[in-house]
């Protein structure tokens, strides 16, 4: 197992990767971390706690412009031992230390200098997931800036900015500048954005009783409220199908980038697109971000017990149900819908082919180079779904039973138990659905399926594809009456 994919297990999973190793225990002292910035694009990060043994570590993700990835940016690292004597720890390879005494040996401290310069690099899964500048400040998501023993299963940690007095931060977790931010989960720590610098504007709204705060770079600052106003109906819409938000407190943050992507956290997301915005694509952005706030039900709260296996679900669940809400709340129009719903299946069709008989949840072991099929064959899953459970029970029980996912998603979901409760929802339509994705690879039945829930597709070869709606007597139109009624507004 690459230290990628332990690092995206440990984040996803740390209560299963916490028991496989030896734990320090916080007995009620918590992980006190102070980031101080020093000039320039430099800082340096200090943490104090209960004495720990073992590695330390960042989350790690090459590039071919940084090829030892995030710990390209970390210098003078040190570790404190018992006796207080701060000691250079050997460095393992993709971002883990250990004592040079060994992994047995302890240590209560440790220090670095972080140099914020992630610019320099084109990072694959996009810099909102990494670190950026952010006009005149510093965006940072915390598992690729703080270094932390992933052991530390059960502490609560505090965070304290020392910055100059016309800087600001801006974080996802609880408390302030002033009293210092706190949380009690490590997932909480690293999967959560913070923006330190000065010129900081952010917009707080209430949704139920969801506060929400939106910060953008400048040249976006035209758009906030169009961004607050999609936030507010699509987060909205998203309670009243889960039945309630899983957090109190949800932060977005907007940047500028030549492209249109986004990045979920644990109460957080990050966006970047162009700017200033162009009305044309007001599509990509919308999707976007009403994706990314979905991931707060689908992905983070309904999450998988391991990091790969069930991407597509929370991929493509995402990605369907954003379309059919962004469609019911009148944020998108029926040509839009058909757009959507084509590249889904172009993409199915085409990931099937670049990924070769593998099942959609080996495909989420390598996310990013088969993100077709995981995301294809994903929100094809979810509408074939809706489409066999609103035929067989009515309308509204595909959502029924994500909400019930919702509600029982105390522990996270193994593969067999997401298909054992999807079935139980859904008469065993979901394994012969997801049977039906994995079997022999055959676009034609794909296609004969569309055609059978109302959505008739033709297709040219793999990659050119027309579908159009045709339920209610329609014979293929574009029109709304012919909409198929789990879709229709
Ligand atoms: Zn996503």
């Not at 496989?20 to 916080?26: F, G, L, R």
């Not at 020392?162 to 989960?185: C, I, K, N, R």
């Not at 199915?348 to 993100?371: C, T």
Request: charged share 20%; proline share 4%.
């Amino acid at each position: 197992m690459s230290k990628k994919c332990l690092a995206a297990a440990a984040l996803l999973a740390l209560t299963s990767t916490a028991v496989a190793q030896a734990q320090p225990s916080c007995s009620g002292q918590p992980v006190q971390y102070d980031i101080a910035y020093l000039g320039g694009t430099d800082f340096t990060v200090t943490a104090e706690f209960p004495a720990s043994a073992g590695l330390v570590d960042l989350s790690w993700r090459s590039s071919e412009s940084a090829p030892d990835g995030q710990a390209e940016f970390i210098s003078r690292l040190e570790l404190r031992d018992l006796e207080g004597a701060w000691q250079t720890p050997a460095y393992l390879g993709e971002g883990s230390w250990q004592p040079v005494e060994g992994a047995d040996a302890e240590y209560d401290a440790l220090r670095y200098r972080l140099s914020a310069t992630h610019d320099r690099v084109v990072w694959d899964i996009g810099k909102e997931e990494i670190a950026y500048r952010f006009d005149e400040a510093f965006y940072f998501v915390g598992s690729s800036v703080l270094i932390a023993n992933y052991g530390w299963s059960d502490c609560g940690y505090e965070v304290d900015f020392d910055l100059p007095a016309s800087w600001s931060s801006v974080a996802a977790w609880e408390g302030s500048e002033d009293d210092g931010y706190h949380t009690t989960s490590l997932n909480d720590l690293l999967r959560n954005i913070f923006v330190v610098g000065p010129n900081l504007e952010p917009q707080t709204m209430k949704l139920g009783g969801m506060e929400v705060v939106t910060l953008s770079q400048r040249a976006l600052e035209p758009a906030a409220a169009q961004f607050q106003s999609l936030l507010g109906d699509s987060v909205s819409r998203y309670i009243e199908i889960f039945g309630s938000s899983p957090v109190d407190r949800y932060l977005a943050v907007f940047g500028v980038d030549g492209a249109n992507d986004g990045g979920a956290f644990a109460q957080s997301f990050g966006q970047r697109m162009p700017a200033p915005l162009r009305e044309y694509e007001r599509l990509m952005w919308t999707r976007t971000l009403a994706h990314e706030s979905l991931h707060n039900w689908i992905g983070i709260t309904i999450r998988p017990e391991s990091g790969s296996e069930l991407q597509w679900f929370t991929e493509g669940g995402a990605d369907y149900l954003t379309g059919k809400t962004l469609y019911r709340i009148g944020e998108i129009d029926e040509d839009d819908m058909i757009f959507i719903l084509e590249g889904q299946v172009r993409r199915f069709l085409l990931g099937r082919i670049a990924s070769g008989p593998i099942s959609l949840a080996e495909a989420g072991v390598e996310k990013q180079r088969n993100r077709q099929l995981v995301y294809g064959g994903g929100a094809l899953f979810h509408l074939f779904l809706d489409a066999e459970m609103t035929a067989n029970q009515g309308a509204g029980s595909y959502e029924a039973l994500l909400r019930q996912l919702y509600e029982n998603a105390d522990e996270p979901y193994s593969f067999d138990r997401m298909m054992t409760a999807l079935d139980a929802g859904s008469d065993g339509s979901a394994s012969e659905i997801y049977g039906f994705l994995n079997g022999p690879f055959n676009p034609f039945a794909v296609l004969d399926r569309m055609t059978e829930i109302g959505l008739p597709t033709a297709a040219f070869g793999p990659d050119e594809l027309l579908v159009r709606f045709a339920a209610n007597g329609c014979t293929g139109s574009r029109e709304a009456a012919c909409m198929p009624g789990y879709l229709a507004r």
